[in-house]
């Protein structure tokens, strides 16, 4: 099986401007989850998708959404970005089922300029 | 509180030794997940093991074990026989059923040669 992929991988932008960030999950799992990381905060999850509908939500400004597609791919949205936005975003995915089974993908790294 | 502690920001062992990670977690629910990630330079987080909170005996997997004391409620991890390439940031995680993952902050591992 494919592993979980993320594009694009590496992503510079403005201050200001809006970001979209895509996963794609391993085939079968129905369950997409986002972390944030950055060297101050370490791993921060921002929001889990399961079915095409928010599970879980983390301590993130409303700045940060998220969707998940029929088909399970998820995209994640930042707008009106800040400086401090700049982090590695990775994506993770589970059949959603099982409580140990998590596999991430490579991350997007954001750069906020 | 905390959920997930990891007291040891950077760690260092010499080749083939065997070294122990600490993490100690918070929770009141009696049904959740321990888990310890590796993440090389190349960012992407690689699952290593997993100890359910009903699990009797401790986890292995080939290299690493997991040593699991519910009361003291902590999930060390151990990797014996230490190699150049498990130089990596190390993460230990805790999921409550239902729940999102949380990591601690990580411990940095060198090894020397």
């Known amino acids: 099986k494919a592993g979980v992929t993320q594009t694009p991988r590496y992503l510079i932008k403005t201050r200001g401007q809006q970001v979209t960030l895509s996963c794609s999950p391993i085939?079968?799992?129905?369950?997409v989850s986002w972390y944030q990381q950055t060297p101050g905060q370490g791993l921060q999850f921002l929001f889990e998708y399961f079915s095409e509908t928010q599970r879980n939500k983390g301590n993130f400004p409303g700045r940060f959404s998220g969707r998940q597609f029929s088909n399970s791919r998820s995209e994640m949205n930042v707008s009106t970005l800040e400086l401090g936005d700049s982090a590695l975003y990775l994506c993770?995915?589970?059949?959603?089922?099982?409580?140990?089974?998590?596999?991430f993908g490579p991350g997007t790294r954001l750069t906020v300029t | 509180a905390q959920k997930i502690t990891q007291t040891q920001p950077g760690m260092f062992v010499q080749e083939k030794e065997a070294v122990t990670l600490d993490c100690t977690y918070d929770t009141s629910d009696p049904s959740y997940g321990l888990f310890w990630y590796k993440q090389p330079s190349s960012g992407e987080m690689i699952f290593l093991i997993y100890q359910g909170s009903y699990d009797q005996q401790n986890a292995t997997e080939g290299r690493y074990s997991l040593n699991f004391q519910k009361a003291r409620k902590s999930a060390n991890l151990v990797i014996s026989a230490s190699q150049l390439g498990d130089s990596a940031m190390y993460f230990c995680?805790?999921?409550?059923?239902?729940?999102?993952?949380?990591f601690g902050t990580g411990t940095s591992l060198t090894v020397i040669p």
């Open positions: 085939s079968g799992h129905r369950s």
């Open positions: 995680a805790m999921r409550e059923i239902g729940n999102q993952f949380y």
């Open positions: 993770a995915s589970s059949d959603g089922t099982k409580i140990y089974e998590q596999y």
